[in-house]
């Protein structure tokens, strides 16, 4: 059975660093393309970015509203994924998932929450 | 950037009822049309694959339609686990978008 597992939220200040990570089991998680969504308190889901598996060029793109702050990264060794999160804003504060899928999304983690708050 | 606008908001049924959400996007984008459940304090699940094709272990009562900027997720007869919101995604161009959702609420 596929498992997506978040951790690494927490409180943090506008500015600064936090880094989400994303364990996966159940599939074969070289060959998954992996992305990130969040959703704001009552609010709506927002796609983050998605790295493509390394036999697909391993590459990430970005929504705008992260790109240059967020970057995705992979460790296939331990089937983890990572989201690097810089210059936070408030904004940015939610609920923060991991989900397998290139195209429609299949499997996702049960979410892990990040506040940016002074 | 695809903007996906679904439509109603909200929507309150009573249990056995038809169910329709729609959604439109901005531009065309074949059948790259995905549609989600998320139930309170749940993460989202997939239920609609490429406009039309149940995922895996969905109930029948979901189905989808449509192609191009159209599209429609019905529920028929709705049951009291289906309150939730729910809610359309495109893949068909980057940034990925979805809709604003969909609440279903039983009464």
């Known amino acids: 059975e596929e498992q997506l597992v978040e951790s690494g939220g927490g409180l943090v200040r506008p500015g600064g660093s936090l880094t989400l990570s994303c364990a996966g089991s159940?599939?074969?998680?070289?060959?998954?393309?992996m992305n990130w969504v969040r959703q704001a308190p009552g609010k709506g889901l927002e796609w983050v970015g998605r790295?493509?598996?390394?036999?697909?060029?391993?590459?990430?793109d970005y929504a705008a509203p992260v790109k240059g702050r967020f970057t995705i990264s992979r460790d296939d060794s331990k089937n983890t994924v990572y989201l690097q999160m810089s210059s936070l804003k408030i904004e940015d504060t939610g609920v923060y998932f991991c989900s397998t899928g290139g195209y429609y999304l299949d499997y996702w983690g049960q979410g892990t929450l990040v506040t940016v708050s002074s | 950037e695809i903007v996906l606008t679904q439509s109603p908001d909200f929507q309150s049924v009573i249990p056995k009822e038809k169910v329709t959400i729609t959604c439109r996007a901005s531009?065309?984008?074949?059948?790259?049309l995905h549609w989600y459940q998320q139930r309170p304090d749940q993460s989202p699940k997939l239920l609609i694959k490429d406009a039309s094709q149940p995922f895996s272990g969905v109930p029948s009562r979901f189905s989808g339609s449509g192609s191009g900027t159209d599209f429609t997720l019905t529920i028929n007869s709705l049951e009291a686990e289906d309150a939730a919101t729910y809610y359309c995604?495109?893949?068909?161009?980057?940034?990925?978008?979805f809709g604003q959702g969909t609440k279903v609420e039983i009464k």
């Open positions: 531009q065309s984008i074949g059948s790259s």
């Open positions: 159940g599939f074969t998680f070289s060959n998954a393309w």
């Open positions: 995604h495109q893949s068909s161009y980057l940034p990925r978008t």
């Open positions: 790295i493509k598996s390394y036999v697909d060029g391993g590459t990430t």
